[in-house]
């Protein structure tokens, strides 16, 4: 069975600055997806972004941008330029390629702040 | 214009009731979940329909029992609810099975309390 570490329960930064979360996962599979979701106060589930593990290309969305490390088996996310509506509880998630049971990270509760 | 609504937003209730949360979502999506996010906030998945056919059946006690009228509905009925099942159950849907470019739409989740 696949598992997703996340080894920061809690993390904080400063409003404008750069914060990366940690993501690990295990799997002997070779094609699967990689996400991050935010969960802010409100409780929504918010797609941050999303790796595809054949891509070797590193996803990028606005402020968010991963280090995909296959090898390693490591899916950080980094968040630049960090603003108060990012705090939240972020969430690594995992997919095997052919089936959509997605695996999720215990989370990491970033806090911004001002 | 919500994508994924459930119904509803909280629940409060006794020991030994039986309770409904209601799904749907409106994206015309083929393959609906159910989470169950307890208070330490670990997500779990619970079950998952594709078209109507049940595909994913994790652990779960069978006093959970989903339905699935259609493809845009997706319920769960919860019989004998106990203290543990406290906890805050999301619905999602994606479109297709085995294609995990296509993301997982959440609903705003479902808090149950159970007194």
């Known amino acids: 069975a696949q598992t997703v570490t996340q080894s920061q329960p809690e993390m904080s930064v400063q409003e404008a600055e750069t914060v990366t979360l940690s993501c690990t996962y295990d799997?002997?599979?070779?094609?699967?997806?990689l996400f991050w979701y935010k969960q802010p106060p409100s409780r929504q589930m918010i797609l941050v972004i999303r790796?595809?593990?054949?891509?070797?290309q590193n996803a990028t969305e606005n402020r968010f941008s991963v280090n995909f490390q296959k090898a390693a088996k490591s899916f950080s996310l980094k968040i630049s330029d960090s603003q108060l509506g990012d705090t939240a509880m972020y969430f690594c998630?995992?997919?095997?390629?052919?089936?959509?049971?997605?695996?999720f990270g215990a989370g990491t509760r970033l806090t911004v702040k001002p | 214009d919500t994508a994924v609504s459930q119904t509803p937003k909280y629940l409060v209730t006794q020991m030994g009731n039986d309770k409904s949360i209601k799904c749907e979502q409106n994206?015309?999506?083929?393959?609906m979940y159910w989470y169950k996010q307890d208070s330490k906030k670990f997500l779990k998945i619970m079950f998952s329909?594709?078209?109507?056919?049940l595909i994913i059946n994790e652990t779960v006690p069978n006093r959970f029992s989903p339905k699935s009228p259609d493809k845009a509905h997706l319920n769960l009925h919860i019989n004998s609810l106990e203290l543990g099942d406290s906890a805050v159950y999301f619905c999602?849907?994606?479109?297709?099975w085995g294609q995990g470019r296509q993301p997982q739409h959440f609903g705003d989740g479902t808090r149950l309390s159970i007194l």
């Open positions: 999602a849907s994606s479109q297709g």
């Open positions: 799997t002997s599979e070779n094609n699967y997806y």
């Open positions: 790796q595809e593990a054949y891509k070797q």
């Open positions: 998630a995992f997919m095997e390629y052919n089936n959509n049971d997605m695996r």
């Open positions: 994206l015309g999506h083929d393959t």
């Open positions: 329909y594709n078209n109507k056919e």
